[in-house]
C-alpha cells in the first residue's frame, strides 16, 4: 500500500476567530488512482486553542481542522493527513 503524510502549515491562528487549515493529499499521476485522506491531525505551539473540528474533507482529498483560540500570545499550527493511493471509484 502506498502511503504519505503531508502536512500544511504551521499557519497562524485568530483569536476570537475560527480558523480552518487543510493539508491536501497530493494529486495521482497514476490513471484510475486517487490520493485518499484515511487520517489526520494537529500540531500547536502553545495552549490556549481549540479543535472544533478535526475530519477528512467531503471528497476525502485531504484532511482539515477548524480551530478557534482565546486572545493569548499569538499561536500557529500545522495540519496533518495520512493519505493512501487508491483506485479512483467514479
Same mark, same amino acid.
Given at each position: 500500500?502506498?502511503?504519505?503524510?503531508?502536512?500544511? @502549515? &504551521?499557519? /497562524?491562528? /485568530? !483569536? =476570537?476567530?475560527?480558523?480552518?487549515?487543510?493539508?491536501?493529499? &497530493?494529486?495521482?499521476?497514476?490513471?484510475?488512482?486517487?490520493? !485518499?485522506?484515511? /487520517?489526520? @491531525?494537529?500540531?500547536?505551539?502553545?495552549? @490556549?486553542?481549540?479543535?472544533?473540528? /478535526?475530519? &477528512?474533507?467531503?471528497? =476525502?482529498? @485531504? =484532511?482539515?481542522?477548524? *480551530?478557534?483560540?482565546?486572545?493569548?500570545? !499569538?499561536?500557529?499550527?500545522?495540519? *496533518? !493527513?495520512?493519505?493512501?493511493?487508491?483506485?479512483? &471509484?467514479?
Amino acid at each position: 500500500m502506498d502511503m504519505q503524510l503531508v502536512t500544511e @502549515g &504551521p499557519q /497562524s491562528v /485568530s !483569536a =476570537w476567530a475560527t480558523t480552518t487549515i487543510t493539508a491536501t493529499c &497530493p494529486t495521482s499521476e497514476i490513471t484510475g488512482y486517487e490520493w !485518499a485522506a484515511i /487520517s489526520g @491531525g494537529h500540531s500547536c505551539d502553545g495552549w @490556549g486553542v481549540w479543535i472544533m473540528e /478535526s475530519k &477528512p474533507t467531503t471528497d =476525502w482529498t @485531504g =484532511w482539515m481542522v477548524k *480551530f478557534d483560540r482565546d486572545a493569548r500570545d !499569538a499561536r500557529s499550527c500545522s495540519v *496533518f !493527513a495520512v493519505c493512501v493511493l487508491r483506485q479512483d &471509484p467514479t
